[in-house]
């Protein structure tokens, strides 16, 4: 999506990034396997929230 808007992030951005979108990958596993009782228009809503303000302009 960055690369699509045109942003560029400095290195200290990607490596939040990185530890950010890496342990989204155990979430969503939990999310598939029911360990979360939230909808999908919940769980987004408080992703969102938990976005780092500078990366939410590419969400």
């Keep these: 999506m960055c690369k699509t808007k045109n942003i560029h992030f400095e290195d ?8 950010f979108c890496g342990g989204a ?4 596993q939990h999310y598939i396997l029911g360990k979360y ?6 769980a987004g ?3 969102y ?10 969400w």
């Design 25 to 28: 990958s155990i979430m969503y």
């Design 12 to 19: 200290k951005d990607l490596l939040l990034l990185d530890v």
């Design 49 to 58: 929230q938990m976005f780092p303000e500078n990366f939410k302009i590419s």
């Design 37 to 42: 009782d939230l909808s999908p228009k919940q």
């Design 45 to 47: 809503h408080l992703l």
